[in-house]
């Protein structure tokens, strides 16, 4: 891997999007307690970088699948933050006319196929996706997120064989929710996981590539993926990337920053503190963008309240797409 | 003495501990079964140590398939699925191995093991996490199906399946976990394949399962004096007493099935057949039931709400049947 | 012309030729397929390429998931599951992402797959390959369960299953394999969700799937003329094609269903019960099940013939039904 | 590993349970030709190395987990060959009343539990087995037999993982049955089952040892799982042993050699002739062996033709053990 010269536009919009998706889900947990979203689910606070790293180098014809804790993974590939949030409150206007919620959200037109609520659920899926590529021959990708605890899955390591034995054009990102986080936290484990320290340790069984990153350095995740991008489009098969990352606490006054005991594992903080020594990031700009993005949520929100519980007719439409 | 009063998961723990006490072959794993979290296993760990009582990663056909094993040897293992419809990842297991074993082998082996999972819709959490599915193990030979509609029977139906020698699947509705009732301290069992009727009645027969027998007793409630409604909690599902309900019909000549599984080849489905088969002369009117629609659970509560069985479903299903 | 007699086998395998020639987008995988012994896939790879027709390693989950996938991506892929039984490794993909992919994205995305499967008991090989287990599939919402039952609607099932829209279990009895009829040698198909009355009657309904279509017809043989059978070949189980069953009902006022899947909360069960809902004003009497009974198939000959379904009992049933 | 010294009579006991195999195996093939054995099934004819050198280190209190293969294994693990033979015939004298066939049969009181038909399917059921000796603290172990395709398996791969997790006393054996043999033998392989050649090197994904060895050279499986049972039995945790292996045709004359082409991989004869250098085996001896195998197996063939089939109330019978 060399390192990329990435340009002052990329940075910024790295930053913009670990904004954007901390704003979006500091709104979400608002609404829930509000009991505008019906249900708990999973946050992605303190992954932000893992998702903005990763979907800067997918375009809407190339796929993502995820996970139980995928509002990073969609926003950051291209969701409509309004059709989103009123997909999270249940309402017709959401992207799946609120029949998915959080666990099962699909939106074909970015490639964010789909949300999953059974871990490693997505995972052969994206299979699929990339077979799609493979056989169409259109330079396509696809990129299937699933944690260090769905790593273990059955249909997760059958996945890795079949994608390295046909070789797709598949990328695997595992993000890994630092168990050595978890110890120096001094929590206690009794039996572990995982049976090793790293996951991308699998990838040599499965006879491809694979590292292991920092998942809360949006550049390191950034380059690492652009190779394995780089190579499942030409052909070089599929790579297991895989992302530490610590899952923090978000807040309900629209903070983007971390608490400060959570900072150093706070992509947000981390590069904004880079990018402003880099002289990229203003006092001035920062605001701009968060302002920016407060507002695309804000509009966002109001555009999930404004939105129609869905007709009940519709609990019995579409178990077929062929009729009856 | 005042009668005790307790949660339906603090009658499932006590269960546990009162099993792990008096038995060291039985054992508790899964996922974060020893987190302080998590109602039913709670304090279990500090109990009876970590040898006993294990947190699983998240692999169902390896830990669900290890208390197939282990249950062989002579253990008594107590295996819980976060959510049954995470058994989906692991029905081989559960349909080849934990169901067939005994009769494959002609006998030769046993498989003493309960497998814990929690059931149900009714909180908006959409189609992966909101199932019933006991259908689905019902319909394959060789697993006992349990489902406590109450604290009591939660304790009871929980030590028999532990102690017996067969495998069982025990279905619990999580938002039955806060519902209180009447519970002795000590072990005492419930047995298998005896329905529980629950409320007497001559008019017509309801059979409903889990979390929808308290909504076919509220129905009955709302629908008395007008109308005596009989409602039979069958409490295993395998074994089924099919006596208890053909009586009852026989008495009624009407039946009504709540069910919150799904309806086609359903246990709804398997009560109408047997009522038709066996019941035929007793039926005054068509069988009706009361189950979740051939429909994935959507995530908005009104769509939610719309697909699930209600008090005011059985209602007006019991309406029309009588009226 | 003289009318072409091709066996079942062929008629899927010249299912598989003509759609995959007509259509890009149609491609092959699953265990084995690109073998010459594999009757129903052979010469595709030869004739297609390697690159749409793959053998897959022995992981159903992952290449079932993979068929999904790609099939949500506009593909047509047609996955073999070589016997239903080991399906049971991988129903997290089928139960839900396969069948409900379509509703839960409220319509954003379709799955156009084709899970073909091999089924059925009859040939000693015990109890993890002989079920038919389409109960468990039909069960579930969202997934189409189609069961041909001799040549021609095998291939023009299967030609509809791949043009549609929706997942589709396609179900083959691999006793059926060498079963002759005529079929058209063009593409052609027959519709879901529409019965064939294979023969008229007025004394007795019997539904029939599958294999056991033949021998309701030739139970039906045996008792003509004393006793006249209608004999109802649904040929897809989901959708179910309950306005002829019913129809029927209303003449005959009997209803037996021969299912070879086990009985309890399965096909027979929704047959039977649709019978005490919908037509409990035609029955005259009690309906009758001839199904698997609950119990794993064992691999003696003797005892697996022992539970089977069979002409013998499909005679008996109809013959107390009516006598 | 360092090399055992193997005493004689193991060596003989050794050949005597591969020959007592291939002999038991052309005897059901000769049963199956005549319709007295109803079904066909997996043969383990070219593999017996394994199985032998395999369960020579495990007593009856110790168990292993088979596959669609397993008339090896189960003959190697003690099975008694009138009721295993009995039970391929249907019968009711068989060791699970004629309802298991081939394909799951049981026998606790050697520690055979058991063959399975689904791949894979009995890998999980094993950690149990290993589980209840880590419990009891008895010093048993428990050994899993699977092959390459099997060992793609959501299931095998998520056991590897608990084994290794839980330091579980399990021994994963592999039978590998040779892709390049397969290469060789010029079969056109469009996808490979495996992304690697070699199954062991998975072992390093789960953090325990692996190793690969000659399947067809009983004295090298015999080494490599010595270590691997002591290492288990002394809370070492598990092992993944892969053993190539080429599965070669039986035949119905009942001869033990391997046709002239399959000799260089037929254990029996590579390990004939070694012991016969060594001057262990005499011909004499060896005439002794294989008319005392055929003598017991031929019994076998009485005990199970005289047999009746099962009465046919059995059929309902033993679905749950403690009624109804
Ligand atoms: C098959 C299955 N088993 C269990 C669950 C319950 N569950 C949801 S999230 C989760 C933890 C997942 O851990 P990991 O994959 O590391 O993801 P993270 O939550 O850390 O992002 C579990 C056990 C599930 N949804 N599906
Ligand atoms: C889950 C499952 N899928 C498919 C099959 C069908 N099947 C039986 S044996 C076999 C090949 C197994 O290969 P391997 O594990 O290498 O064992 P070998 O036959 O080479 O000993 C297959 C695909 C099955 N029994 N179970
Ligand atoms: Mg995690
Ligand atoms: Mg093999």
Redesign the pocket.
């Known amino acids: 891997m060399f390192d990329l010269e990435i340009d002052e536009e990329t940075k910024i919009e790295l930053y913009r999007t670990m904004v954007r998706i901390r704003t979006f889900e500091n709104r979400a947990r608002v609404l829930i307690r509000d009991g505008e979203i019906p249900a708990r689910s999973?946050f992605y606070t303190g992954q932000e970088a893992v998702a903005a790293g990763v979907c800067a180098h997918l375009s809407p014809s190339d796929q993502i699948g995820s996970?139980?804790?995928a509002l990073g993974h969609l926003i950051a590939k291209g969701c409509d933050l309004k059709r989103l949030m009123a997909e999270l409150c249940g309402k017709s206007s959401g992207l799946n006319k609120g029949k998915a919620g959080p666990y099962h959200i699909f939106d074909p037109s970015v490639g964010a196929l789909g949300a999953n609520?059974?871990?490693?659920?997505s995972v052969p899926m994206v299979a699929g996706y990339a077979l799609a590529h493979q056989l169409r021959d259109d330079g396509g990708v696809a990129v299937s997120f699933?944690?260090?605890?769905?790593?273990n899955?059955g249909g997760v390591q059958e996945t890795l064989n079949l994608a390295a034995c046909w070789n797709l054009p598949l990328v695997f990102v595992c993000?890994?929710?630092s168990p050595e986080v978890q110890r120096m936290l001094g929590h206690e484990i009794d039996y572990p996981q995982l049976s090793i320290e790293r996951v991308s340790d699998r990838a040599q069984a499965y006879g491809i590539p694979g590292a292991t990153h920092d998942g809360w350095d949006v550049l390191e995740v950034y380059n690492a993926v652009n190779d394995a991008v780089i190579r499942a489009k030409e052909g070089g098969g599929p790579t297991l990337l895989e992302f530490k990352v610590h899952?923090i606490e978000g807040n309900l006054e629209g903070r983007i920053e971390a608490r400060d005991d959570e900072k150093i594992w706070c992509p947000i903080h981390r590069f904004k503190e880079r990018i402003t020594d880099e002289g990229i990031l203003t006092t001035e700009l920062d605001e701009k963008i968060r302002d920016e993005e407060k507002s695309k949520v804000g509009e966002a929100v109001e555009f999930a309240l404004r939105g129609t519980v869905p007709e009940l007719i519709e609990a019995f439409k579409g178990v077929f797409a062929g009729g009856p | 003495m005042a009668e005790r009063v307790i949660t339906y998961s603090e009658a499932l723990n006590e269960a546990h501990r009162l099993e792990m006490a008096s038995n060291p072959d039985v054992v508790v794993f899964g996922?974060?079964v020893s987190s302080g979290w998590r109602q039913v296993t709670k304090g279990l760990k500090e109990e009876f140590g970590r040898e006993r009582v294990r947190d699983a990663p998240?692999t169902?056909t390896a830990f669900i398939g290890m208390g197939v094993g282990a249950a062989i040897m002579g253990l008594k293992p107590v295996v819980e699925l976060?959510?049954v419809d995470?058994g989906l990842?692991a029905m081989d297991q559960i349909l080849n191995q934990m169901a067939k074993s005994h009769y494959m082998s002609g006998g030769a082996v046993k498989v003493p093991m309960t497998l814990r999972a929690v059931y149900g819709a009714g909180t908006s959490s959409a189609a992966?996490?909101s199932e019933s599915l006991y259908s689905l193990f019902a319909h394959m030979p060789g697993i006992k199906v349990v489902i406590p509609s109450n604290p009591y029977d939660a304790k009871g139906l929980l030590i028999e399946s532990i102690r017996g020698d067969d495998p069982v699947l025990f279905m619990e509705h999580r938002l039955l976990y806060p519902m209180e009732g009447v519970v002795p301290e000590e072990a005492y069992t419930v047995p298998f394949g005896m329905a529980n009727l629950v409320r007497e009645g001559y008019d017509v027969t309801v059979v409903a399962t889990g979390l929808m027998v308290g909504k076919a007793v509220e129905a009955a409630d709302e629908l008395s004096p007008k109308c005596s409604v009989e409602v039979i909690d069958p409490r295993t599902i395998v074994p089924l007493d099919e006596e208890t309900i053909l009586r009852s019909l026989s008495k009624t000549g009407r039946l009504v099935i709540v069910d919150e599984d799904y309806e086609r080849c359903g246990f709804s489905a398997e009560v109408a057949a047997i009522a038709a088969e066996k019941g035929f002369q007793h039926l005054d009117a068509p069988v009706v039931r009361v189950a979740t629609p051939n429909v994935p659970i959507p995530y908005s509560p009104v769509l939610e709400k719309h697909l699930l069985p209600s008090k005011e479903k059985i209602v007006k299903a019991i309406s029309q049947l009588v009226g």
């Open positions: 999973g996970t139980h804790r609520g059974i871990v490693g659920g699933f944690g260090e605890g769905a790593s899955q993000e890994n929710s899952q | 996922e974060n998240i169902e976060m959510l995470f990842v992966t996490h």
